[in-house]
């Protein structure tokens, strides 16, 4: 069964961090490209980090400096460290694989002020 599932969200104080984990099953993960998104209600579902297969690396300009997407094609799993949070990261994150077109469930991430 091809699916993603992501976990770690929570809630955090502004200034806090959290690090998603999202582990792939049914895919050759060492060649898949996967991204996290996040979505806030209302609001057009945003990128926030993709990695490729072979790490060539990008974030959105609001998290660069905060953020890192990191892989371990032993685990299947891509990771995503969330530092310095703040009230506008509040979202729900979701892990997604370009090569299958698939996403994760999504987890809540909160940030209070």
């Known amino acids: 069964q091809v699916q993603l599932v992501e976990s770690g969200g929570g809630l955090v104080q502004a200034g806090g961090s959290l690090r998603l984990s999202c582990v792939a099953s049914?895919?050759?993960?060492?060649?898949?490209?996967m991204a996290w998104y996040r979505q806030v209600p209302g609001k057009k579902r945003e990128m926030v980090a993709t990695?490729?297969?072979?790490?060539?690396?990008n974030y959105v300009d609001s998290v660069k400096g905060r953020f890192t997407v990191s892989r371990d094609n032993s685990k299947n799993t891509v990771y995503l460290q969330m530092n310095m949070l703040k009230p506008d990261d509040t979202a729900v994150y979701y892990c997604y694989n370009w090569n299958n077109n698939i996403w994760g469930q999504g987890t809540q991430v909160t940030v209070s002020s």
């Open positions: 049914g895919i050759n993960f060492r060649v898949a490209h």
């Open positions: 990695i490729t297969s072979d790490e060539n690396i």
